[in-house]
């Protein structure tokens, strides 16, 4: 609990009112970091800082953005871009669907942690340096902005290639099999739906391509919570159905798009949205 609480507050701190100095804020900041690095083991600070990104940035906006679309759907589906069946119950197909897609999320964010988990344990035990750099000094500012731009290009890179070789290939396999049936079951995008696919693709596609490059690059473990956190959003965001479709010379109207069996993509990242039953 009290890891957590400093876990938290390394976050919170950043968002001090500006009347207190930024001089006070980094002293406060370090302060923390120290704290949380010399009374708790490295996993454990790697982790808890996984998870607050990930709950924080991702689970609740995705779960707020539920409750919203549950309770008031008038309000909500004026918000959508493909209207009223965007909204979540109507996009999942049926409360059991539903429930499953938020089991699945959750599912599958625990699931990267264990690996997370097991890959540093693995390490520690043969001797090896921790994936992540969770040494007591801290990066500079320019150092973290830098080492999440790079975290943030090369993922971009690897979730392409991914997505389009490996779970849209010319011809069919196993794997981009249980996508379609899973990530592409959805008839139209929910924030939730963001993290709910087959373990396996969802190992590959969107905890690998973060998790990686930040382990083959030693990135400090604030970096990649960092980037972790930008991406959570991201995908909260882009999947929440209140982006508009882009709209291509080759593109249906978004209202029709949900029709046809291609890859709707969203204006503000290279995120692609589920379609309808590909399977
Ligand atoms: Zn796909």
């Not at 690998?208 to 991406?231: N, Q, W």
């Amino acid at each position: 609990m009290g890891a957590a609480l400093s876990t938290a507050s390394l976050f919170l701190l950043p968002s001090l009112p500006s009347t207190v100095p930024t001089s006070l804020n980094l002293l406060l900041f370090t302060f923390t970091w120290y704290t949380l690095i010399l009374t708790h083991p490295p996993l454990h600070v790697e982790l808890l800082a996984s998870a607050f990104s990930r709950i924080t940035f991702f689970l609740i906006p995705s779960l707020l953005s539920l409750v919203i679309d549950t309770v008031a759907p008038p309000l909500a589906e004026q918000a959508k871009a493909l209207g009223p069946r965007a909204l979540p119950l109507n996009a999942a197909g049926s409360v059991a669907a539903l429930a499953r897609v938020a089991a699945w999320t959750l599912g599958n964010a625990l699931f990267g942690l264990t690996v997370q988990a097991g890959i540093e344990t693995g390490l520690e035990k043969t001797g090896l340096r921790t994936a992540l750099n969770v040494g007591k000094t801290l990066p500079l500012p320019w150092d973290l902005a830098r080492g999440v731009v790079w975290l943030l290009f090369i993922r971009s890179i690897c979730q392409y290639t991914i997505h389009r070789f490996l779970l849209h290939p010319q011809k069919a396999t196993q794997l981009s099999k249980l996508h379609h049936s899973w990530a592409h079951s959805i008839s139209a995008p929910f924030s939730l739906c963001a993290g709910y696919d087959h373990p396996l693709p969802y190992l590959l596609h969107t905890w690998a391509t973060l998790y990686l490059p930040a382990a083959l690059l030693h990135s400090h473990v604030l970096v990649y919570a960092l980037a972790l956190a930008l991406v959570s959003l991201e995908d909260a965001v882009a999947y929440s159905g209140t982006v508009s479709c882009r709209k291509s010379p080759q593109d249906a109207p978004c209202s029709d798009a949900v029709k046809r069996p291609r890859i709707l993509t969203c204006p503000s990242s290279a995120i692609s949205f589920p379609s309808p039953h590909l399977a």
